[in-house]
């Protein structure tokens, strides 16, 4: 069945659409549509990238889960540890200093975990996941990150780095934080309750397929946060705060936050389905300016600004999941 449109009435921000195929082909037009994306508002809708069937099949998944009972969902619970993988219930951690509360539940399934099914690498996840590993998880987590590493490897070299720089701080035989996430929020809220509050992600990019409007940004300049209008057939990317380090702040790292839906696709559940690509866990946060002197200049020239985490990619994500 087919979901209520966007509404025409409610403003939005655009966001250049990059098509895939051509950066496949090597098109430099495409190529510097990417590269002007990525530096000035770390978002981007994708087409062509060719995984929709296998976030159909993740959406199937996604709801079949969420229909599981609460206390059985509860046992498989991710955060407290500082592990993401799992699931995380809704109403767990607070969207803004005054302490209210999320509305919104999902599961995230370790990449690793998805690769090396039936071993167990860092969790054990709910019946309907497992159901799912190898027919449905497993090909989204396989495909995703070949997406991914097509767009870090045009990011690397217009950044000019030796070739392959950014994808081998994300190696294949290496344990990291790369999950799927399927995220579920239901409707009855009001219209400005945020569901999940202002953020940025952590990790390299982030692959979302969204269905319903929900998805805000907070363009350069603005003082509000902007709807960003759902696109069928076209994914929403952005840069997440790993990269935009490594990149000495060139490549942006921007707030954003989801809402209930708007007009009538707010009586919907609203599903959302992502795969955040993330370094290997060993990797050291910090900006990359011994091997490429536009991110040596970058840094030199933002005073007051810290590109030295001294911490590894999972020090640092280990902090970022605790609530």
Known sequence: MLSPPFPDEVPTHPLLIIDYQLLQEGDAGET???????????????????????????????????????????????????RSFGYKAAGSTAIDVSGQQDTI????????????????????????????????????VTKSPHVNDMILEILNDKLGLPKGMLTNLHPKDEYGGSEARTTKNPPGYAPDRMA????????????????????????????????????????????????????????????????????LQSHLDRYSLVFFTRPGNSVILRALVEDSPLITEAVRSTLGKNFESGKTAKEWFTRWVKY
């Open 32 to 82: 510097e549509r990417l590269w002007e994306a990525a530096r000035k508002l770390g978002f981007w809708y994708l087409k062509n990238h060719g995984i929709e069937e296998e976030a159909s099949r993740m959406f199937n998944m996604g709801q079949e889960m969420m229909r599981l009972p609460l206390e059985e969902k509860m046992k498989y619970g991710s955060g407290n540890d500082g």
């Open 105 to 140: 539940e999902y599961v995230n399934v370790s990449k690793d975990d998805a690769l090396a099914y039936p071993n167990i690498v860092h969790c054990t996840y709910p019946s309907t996941v497992n159901k799912g590993m190898e027919s449905t998880i497993t090909p989204f």
């Open 196 to 263: 999940i509050g202002a953020h940025m992600d952590f990790g390299s990019l982030s692959f979302l397929h969204n269905r319903l409007g929900g998805l805000q940004v907070l363009p350069p300049g603005y003082k509000e946060c902007q709807y960003v209008k759902p696109i069928p057939g076209h994914t929403i990317c952005n840069v997440g705060d790993a990269l935009s380090l490594f990149s000495g702040g060139i490549l942006r790292l921007n707030l954003h936050r989801v809402l209930p839906p708007p007009g």
